[in-house]
């Protein structure tokens, strides 16, 4: 079986003998290789040139025997795209040239054309798939409109008092019609993905905890919803959450079709109590990589045991490796599951 029959078997919540493994977000920059990169081309500058940004892609491939490769890009090429843009500080965070606030503001938003703007992450998608071959998955990915918009308002990351939030509160049809500029560029963008050859997305709603819990259907999920329903039918979205897992059912009504789990959460608890026709991701803390390998392997484990004998589960951390992460201690985790019988 190859990984990318493996990874679409758990998709499809069929029995296996172990769950497939992929790692999520900024994987890059834990390794040499892409830190080597890193020196002479810019974050923006390799996220836009197709070449160089499915080099990094492979990069992980290239040392793990990793089942998928998530597409080398960032969240924030939509606002860029729809003419908000943005930089990576040295110093940690994110950048966005302006805060957007004013309905003027949100007027000038360029929705139209964002996948032909966004053409370059098309090309990476189509020459990641040529250089992998068809033995491994390829992930596409986006970020949900609230998350988007979080960063898009705020100016950069979004801080205590979240500048989306007043938004909602107070301009509700502004902040719809923001949330309906992003669904449509979201929709958009995802599509391309998709015909570039992505096996599957993942949204990223990494700002959901912004969001009282009793708003989070009107602020996020029903946007995300739009999204998925618009998208080829059964087309498999993974929907990462962060900090909602307690909205389970309201999470699965949205259509998507693999619930990712940040490691706040009893995975295996969590996969009783949602439909067996769903899948599940997650959920190893990324402060596990920082510290030693038996350790790893020991948490690695721990982890494979308690979701042992559960079909449509997919390993993976409960968040982005952090540049801590240690390469024998990655390396560690994925021989652990790829030898788990
Ligand atoms: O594994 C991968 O490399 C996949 C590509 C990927 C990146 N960002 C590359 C990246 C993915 C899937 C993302 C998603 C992303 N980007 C999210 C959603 C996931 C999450 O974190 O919840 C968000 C919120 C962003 C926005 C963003 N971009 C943040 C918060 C940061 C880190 C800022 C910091 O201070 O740490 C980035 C930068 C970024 N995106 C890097 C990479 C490899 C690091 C750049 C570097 O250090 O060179």
Known sequence: ??????????????????PPVWLMRQAGR????????KEKHSFVE????PELATEVTL???RRFPLDAAIIF???????????????????????MEYALRSSEQISRLRSKGVHQRLDYVAQALARTRSELGNATALLGFCGTPWTLGSYMTQ????TESPAILELFQKDRPLFNQLMGILTSACIDYLKMQIDAGADAVQLFDSWASLSPDKDYGEASL?????????LPSSFPVILFAKGKAHQRKALVQTGARVISYDWSVNLAQERKLVPASIAVQGNLDPEVLTMDQETTQMRTLELLESMRGHAGYIFNLGHGLTPKAKVENVQTLVETVCNFK
């Open 1 to 18: 079986m190859t990984s990318r029959e493996r990874f679409l078997a758990a998709l499809a919540c069929q029995p296996l003998d172990r």
């Open 30 to 37: 834990y390794l040499p290789e892409y830190r080597a990169m």
């Open 46 to 49: 390799m996220v836009r040139t």
């Open 59 to 61: 990069q992980p491939l």
């Open 73 to 95: 890009s960032d969240i924030l090429v939509i606002p860029e795209a729809l003419g908000q843009p943005y930089r990576f500080k040295e110093t940690g965070g994110i950048e």
């Open 155 to 158: 100016g950069g990351s979004p």
């Open 222 to 230: 029903r946007w995300v919803q739009e999204i998925i329903e618009a």
